[in-house]
């Protein structure tokens, strides 16, 4: 798995310094940003002991979490409450949050675990807060308002590189998430076209899961605003699939607002099932039903989106694993969440869980 497997694309896309670690706590992979973030080239860890990366004080800890994640996996925020600790290829320390997800390779289960630097996390936003109360305290002395600002004509020059310093964080922003998308969209394209059987069904694939692509980031330009509710996401989902008059889907929606992360790899994974469903399962005739429901278990405090088909023809499980289903393991991931596709007689189940404080906060990368 050191080429990073199917999936190479999504790790690569990813914001965070991503490795996957095997149940010995080998490093199987990792991304082109841990150079960045640990110093090292990620050939150089292949093959390394994960706890190349804690400091030695830390080491026997660190493995007990690993042991403890190996025997419950569930996808987790690691060290909950304690400072985590990581150390570069240098020697130097930073504070790291770690979260953890586990995915059942055909080798077995492996860990995929994502790193950011806590400081590093929060310096840009500490920036940005200190240039506004520099503005505010400028504003205050000169007892002005800032509508009043923008009705002169003319713009004092610490206001004007104000504006200009705005301009490049926007500007470093949009640069950042383009970069994201394409690498997305090359990984979409790639593998529907190797795995395809026929070009125009390659054609096809691409088409709708790139205007799923494309309903996901019109709910994103709202979330920047009011947040996005679940309801909203599945309901953008499956609009294209469903018979305004004769009604396929059965929603059973929890009333959850989810961080803007979780839209795309949301609004992707339904994209899937629906179409699916409409080349094998319960949409490719005229009786069949999906039922979709969303709960949350209070008590772990983890939320499941299930999928139920019924009245389709009879499912068999596929003998060869397809792009839709490694994508669906691969969209997961990015949720930090746990998969699980069952091939029923009545139709497909597919259980999604994803830890609920992570699907509230997660950042759209």
Partial sequence: MDDGGPFREFYEASPDAVIVIDRNGHILFANSRVEALLGYLPRELVGKLHSVLMPVRYRDTHAGHIHKFMDNPAPRMMGVGLELVAIRKD???????????????????????????????????????????????????????????????????????????????????????MKNMLATVVGITSQTLRT?????????????????????????????????????????????????????????????????????????????????AVKYGALSNETGRVNITSTVDETTQLFTLSWAETGGPPVQEPTRRSFGTRLLGGLATQLHGDVRVQYEPAGVVYKLDIPLALLRTLRAS
């Fill in 196 to 276: 395809a059987e026929t070009l125009e069904e390659g054609r096809l694939a691409i088409s709708s899961r790139l205007v799923a692509m494309g309903r996901a980031q019109n709910l994103l330009l709202r979330a920047s605003e009011t947040g996005a509710y679940l309801a909203d996401v599945i309901s953008a989902a499956i609009e294209p699939f469903d018979n305004h008059e004769v009604r396929r889907f059965v929603v059973q929606n929890t009333l959850i607002e989810i961080g803007p992360g979780a839209i795309l790899p949301l609004t992707m994974s339904l994209n899937e099932l629906c179409t699916n």
């Fill in 91 to 177: 020697g130097s320390e930073f504070r790291t949050e770690i979260s953890l997800s586990p995915y059942h390779a055909p080798d077995g289960l492996v860990v995929i675990a994502a790193m950011r630097d806590r400081e590093a996390l929060h310096a840009s936003e500490t920036v940005l807060e200190s240039e506004n109360a520099a503005l505010r305290d400028m504003l205050g002395q000169a007892q002005l308002d800032s509508a009043g600002l923008m009705a002169q004509a003319g713009i004092e020059a610490t206001e004007h590189e104000a504006a200009q310093r705005l301009q490049r964080l926007l500007l470093e922003e949009l640069h950042h998430r």
